[in-house]
């Protein structure tokens, strides 16, 4: 009993046998056992007993990687990554000019901003993904489509934290720029415009997640080329190698946006402080 | 006129000319706000002259509408009846020939010390001043003290730290006429007379009008030519005070003489009930 009561209340890595405490408390240990759980995991779906219906369906880890294999040496793996990103920049960097120049327009001139102000939130609550199919019936299934409908979903996020962050400028600090003969311009650019930047980047910040999803599900529904199209030609094709494949494309894709986002803000935000 | 001492002295070391019209003047100057659609009598009709060159506190409890008195001056408000002159002008735009250092301190987050302070020689109407920004800049910190804080921001100041850039930034650009809401409040007692000091030298000696709000009694007579003392809900002049005590003043002895003690001692009286009567609302 005594025991037991000291055992729980030394520290946790003192705890056990040393190869456990190996295993789990340091960094290459936890990497080993992560890498482990995987490859059991995959030999396991290699290795189990399918008939062709269910190895159709199922696939396995050796047809993926030879999928996989072929998209890269005849270049369609780089054609359909480099769509998804070149939708994705573009409709972003757009959605983001756009937003954050219209968002200062409408926070300078409140009085815009109170004319057409239901219009905007009313944009701003529909889903922008629901406009996908008009956009195709207007621009085609082509690039343009995707760009024009991630961009106006950039365009509203940057736009209302735009609005908001130049409504939000303190109006005495405003006030006191006046008293000392600034004028109109001045105030734009001295506090104004500054006063306003946080509120850009964090909408912009938000917007690159927005931006991939919808990117994304665009190239799902109907598309030419792109990882969604990828993944949703594979599955029309009944190719189930293909579909994994394509997720595992995405997969890399995603946690290395996240990863250099993540690195990117902590950059800045350290800069900020 | 007792309260002229001042002024005389100053015209004898400055051959500053004296006009007889005042600087500011307010006559039957009204203010009501509405809130939640009830009409509140913040200020009842005053009349008040503030004489080029001279040194006027207001004092009285919270809520007596000093605060309003300084932004009407400034322009920032209007009043709801009477006139404000500045210079036998009506005020109906934002007043640029004044310096207002409001109770909130208004830096700019994303300035350092320095940058908040010399905000005023960026602008346009000051372009020839831009040649010597640098180092008014820099004397004008030296003077409030905040050596060593030309770079930092004002998140990384104390509240004291942040009136005295306040202060600095509205001293820095020398306007005609002061307008100080309770600038030293957050200050510690010692530092608060070496900012007296300071702001006695640099109103004298630059002819500033000044119009200084504070609640500290003390702080009032020992700068002031004359104190005001206001009655509040509504905001009404109880009593006006010419401040005889002879300049320069030392800020640091003043407060013990006699002279100092029994006008202090006045005042009190006529504040003490509007303070009572304020705390119990």
Redesign the interface.
């Known amino acids: 009993m005594t025991a037991s009561i000291r055992a729980s209340t030394t520290s946790r890595s003192e705890n056990g046998p040393r190869w456990r405490q190996k295993l789990l408390f340091t960094r290459a240990g936890r990497t080993t056992v992560r890498l482990a759980a995987v490859a059991a995991i995959l030999l396991f779906w290699q290795l189990m007993p399918m008939d062709r219906s269910a190895k159709m369906w199922a696939s396995d880890p050796a047809a993926i990687v030879a999928t996989l294999w072929d998209w890269i040496l005849d270049g369609s793996l780089w054609h359909h990554l480099g769509a998804t990103l070149l939708v994705m920049s573009l409709g972003y960097v757009i959605g983001c000019a756009v937003g954050a120049a219209l968002g200062l327009v409408f926070g300078f001139f409140p009085f815009f901003y109170r004319i057409l102000a239901p219009y905007i939130s009313a944009f701003y609550a529909l889903p922008k993904i629901a406009l996908a199919p008009l956009f195709i019936i207007l621009l085609g299934v082509g690039v343009e489509s995707k760009v024009a409908l991630v961009a106006l979903t950039v365009f509203f996020l940057v736009l209302n934290s735009t609005i908001e962050g130049a409504r939000n400028v303190?109006p005495?600090?405003v006030?006191?720029?006046?008293?000392?003969?600034?004028?109109r311009s001045?105030i734009v650019a001295?506090?104004l415009l500054?006063?306003s930047?946080p509120w850009i980047f964090t909408g912009m910040r938000i917007a690159v997640r927005y931006a991939f999803t919808n990117t994304l599900l665009a190239e799902l529904i109907a598309a030419n080329s792109g990882l969604g199209y990828l993944i949703q030609y594979n599955s029309a094709t009944f190719d189930s190698s293909g579909v994994y494949a394509s997720i595992l494309v995405l997969v890399v894709f995603s946690v290395t946006l996240t990863e250099i986002l993540t690195r990117l803000e902590k950059h800045l935000g350290a800069r900020h402080e | 006129m007792p309260s002229n001492t001042r002024n005389n002295l100053l015209r004898a070391v400055s051959k500053q000319p004296l006009e007889d019209t005042p600087k500011i003047r307010l006559t039957e100057v009204a203010k009501n706000f509405s809130v939640r659609g009830q009409d509140i009598e913040a200020l009842r009709p005053i009349n008040l002259e503030i004489r080029p060159c001279e040194f006027v506190a207001l004092v009285g409890p919270s809520g007596c509408g000093k605060s309003t008195i300084l932004n009407m001056v400034a322009g920032l408000m209007k009043p709801s009846s009477g006139a404000v002159l500045y210079d036998n002008k009506a005020v109906t735009e934002p007043n640029r020939n004044i310096g207002y250092m409001t109770q909130k301190d208004t830096l700019l987050p994303w300035r350092t010390t320095a940058q908040n302070i010399g905000i005023s020689l960026e602008l346009k109407c000051r372009a020839n001043e831009r040649g010597q920004a640098r180092d008014r800049i820099a004397q004008i910190i030296e003077l409030v003290g905040l050596k060593g804080f030309e770079h930092h921001y004002p998140s990384e100041l104390s509240g004291g730290m942040r009136k005295r850039v306040a202060l600095a930034r509205t001293l820095l650009y020398q306007p005609e006429t002061l307008l100080m809401d309770e600038p030293f409040g957050a200050l510690d007692a010692q530092l608060k007379l070496v900012m007296l000091d300071q702001l006695q030298r640099l109103t004298a000696t630059r002819h500033m009008t000044v119009l200084f709000v504070t609640h500290d009694l003390g702080e009032a007579i020992t700068l002031a030519d004359r104190v005001v003392v206001f009655g509040a809900r509504p905001g009404r002049i109880r009593t006006v005070r010419t401040i005889n005590l002879p300049r320069p003043r030392d800020v640091f002895k003043i407060r013990f003489t006699e002279a100092f003690a029994r006008i202090h001692e006045d005042l009190w009286d006529e504040l003490k009930d509007e303070v009572m009567q304020g705390s119990d609302v």
């Open positions: 303190d005495d600090s006030e006191g720029l006046i008293l000392m003969g600034s004028t001045e001295k506090v500054p006063a930047m």
